[in-house]
Nanobody
Framework: QLQLVESGGGFVQPGGSLRLSCTAS????????IGWFRQAPGKAREGVSG????????VYADSVKGRFTISRDKAKNTINLEMNNLSPEDTAVYYC????????????????????WGQGTQVTVSS
């Protein structure tokens, strides 16, 4: 069973930056596509960014394009989400999710495409 753990959340002022990390113990993430999702209070969970198993294909929601960057660190078995120029609208619980992907292809931002989920990490952007 793949268990994902997110880290890196916290409190930041508008315009600030955070880096979220998603890792798994005992199971390599090399054969999995990874997605980052977020859920703000009273709102549905939405896809933020995704990366293919090869790391060569990425996708971003329009709301974060140019501000967020997803990447793989294979040596650490970790997927990072670098978030810059944060605004209060980015406040949410952020989740990483995984789906096995033996043949690399562009990742999805649809939550039902993913089989494994972490517990989430809170990101709060406020002055």
């Amino acid at each position: 069973q793949l268990q994902l753990v997110e880290s890196g959340g916290g409190f930041v002022q508008p315009g600030g930056s955070l880096r979220l990390s998603c890792t798994a113990s005992k199971v390599t993430l090399d054969n999995h596509a990874i997605g980052w999702f977020r859920q703000a209070p009273g709102k549905a969970r939405e896809g933020v960014s995704g990366i293919s198993s090869s790391g060569l294909s990425t996708v971003y929601a329009d709301s974060v394009k140019g501000r967020f960057t997803i990447s793989r660190d294979k040596a650490k078995n970790t997927i990072n989400l670098e978030m810059n120029n944060l605004s209060p609208e980015d406040t949410a619980v952020y989740y990483c999710a995984a789906v096995r992907q033996v043949v690399p292809h562009p990742p999805s931002l649809e939550r039902d495409r993913y089989d494994f989920w972490g517990q989430g990490t809170q990101v709060t952007v406020s002055s």
